[in-house]
């Protein structure tokens, strides 16, 4: 009976990383089946999607495309796309600013930029062709690595909101990058995290990590001869998935090919179990990368997070920065490695 009753108990669980903490609420137990989401993308007019080939003069001048030789740039055929973000968070030009009460507050200097994965309205990385991914992922290197270059820009930011109920304000698949000019709270505990491990046990935290998730297997996704997915043991959303590099680099900038190859298959497979677990859900990821602030960041462990946008924040999580997770990690690998539970 009390055996019975421990299985079912909310468990708190610490990110070894950042330490922050997540409630996991066992009892609640909720399979895919449990949770509705609304399906992404069923626009049928194209017409006056600015992302859409053929309506170019609709978005600010490119700064960078994949296109076949002799293509002028703006022109429509292009494979990838990127274009400065129309209403920028981070922009090149010097911005004034003053508060009548001294309230903190700076320049919002840096780079917004949005990458398109394909003329293809609708497919993203779950469904587009893997060597169109492979081009998505190199192309998120170059602009990574141009990004990274601006003295300004101290951590650079790739993104994807998929779908409204994730924040995306146009529907067409695209990716965000955002060259901020400081390290945002989230990458500056993990980097804490990393360093104070690197100090204590002498070794990369995530590297560890991947190893007593090797060791444990139970909340493996998939793993290739470079990358491990993983459902992370503090999960702070239902099938949470990070993507590690096996081999320890610091920065995405460092990714090889051969790498960013392996990676395209690992990314599409993992979101393509999102898409067939819940029918094409709303979804972010983002890549956690070592700043570029030039400082010695070789402690620190480039990943990718992945989130199924399933439920919704409540004040509690608002209020506290603590998320309570309904899925156990352990399910959800188990669920997305194939394996359905009864
Ligand atoms: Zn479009
Ligand atoms: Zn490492
Ligand atoms: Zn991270």
């Not at 669980?13 to 922050?20: F, K, P, V």
């Not at 007019?45 to 859409?52: G, I, S, T």
């Not at 003053?98 to 780079?111: A, H, I, T, V």
């Not at 601006?150 to 998929?162: A, G, Q």
Request: charged letters at 25%.
């Amino acid at each position: 009976m009390l055996g019975m009753r421990e299985e079912k108990m909310p468990e708190l669980r610490q990110d070894i990383i950042t330490g922050n903490w997540v409630v996991i609420a066992k009892e609640r137990a909720m399979r895919p089946s449990d949770f509705s989401v609304q399906s992404v993308c069923a626009t049928e007019d194209l017409q006056n999607c600015p992302f859409c080939p053929g309506n170019e003069p609709m978005t600010p001048l490119e700064l960078y495309a994949v296109r076949p030789k002799g293509s002028p740039p703006n022109s429509s055929d292009w494979e990838v796309r990127v274009i400065p973000n129309k209403y920028p968070a981070f922009i090149e030009s010097e911005m004034f600013s003053s508060s009548k009460y001294n309230l903190p507050k700076r320049d919002s200097r840096g780079l917004h930029e949005v990458i398109l994965h394909s003329p293809e309205h609708c497919l993203d990385i779950a469904t587009l062709p893997r060597e169109k991914v492979e081009l998505v992922l190199r192309v998120y290197r170059i602009r990574y690595y141009s990004a990274g270059l601006d003295p300004e820009v101290k951590y650079v930011h790739i993104i994807v909101n998929h779908g409204m109920e994730s924040g995306a304000s146009l529907e067409h698949s695209h990716s965000q990058l955002f060259g901020m000019p400081f390290v945002p709270p989230l990458v500056q505990q993990e980097l804490a995290g990393s360093s104070w491990h690197m100090k204590s046990r002498g070794n990369c935290i995530f590297c560890d990590l991947i190893s007593l998730e090797m060791e444990e297997k139970e909340r493996i996704v998939l793993q290739s001869d470079s990358f491990l997915a993983i459902a992370p043991f503090a999960s702070r959303f239902p099938f949470e998935v990070w993507i590690l590099p096996r081999i320890h680099r610091e920065s995405f900038a460092d990714a090889t090919d051969e790498e960013l190859e392996e990676l395209s298959s690992v990314l599409k497979e993992v979101l393509r179990r999102y898409s067939e677990g819940f029918k094409n859900p709303p979804y972010n990821y983002f890549i956690h990368s070592a700043p570029t602030d030039g400082s010695d960041n070789s402690y620190y462990h480039w990943h990718i997070e992945l989130f199924p946008r399933l439920t919704r924040l409540g004040a509690f999580e608002l209020g506290t920065q603590m998320m309570i997770n309904t899925t156990t990690p352990e399910v959800a690998a188990s669920y997305l490695r194939g394996q359905v539970l009864q």
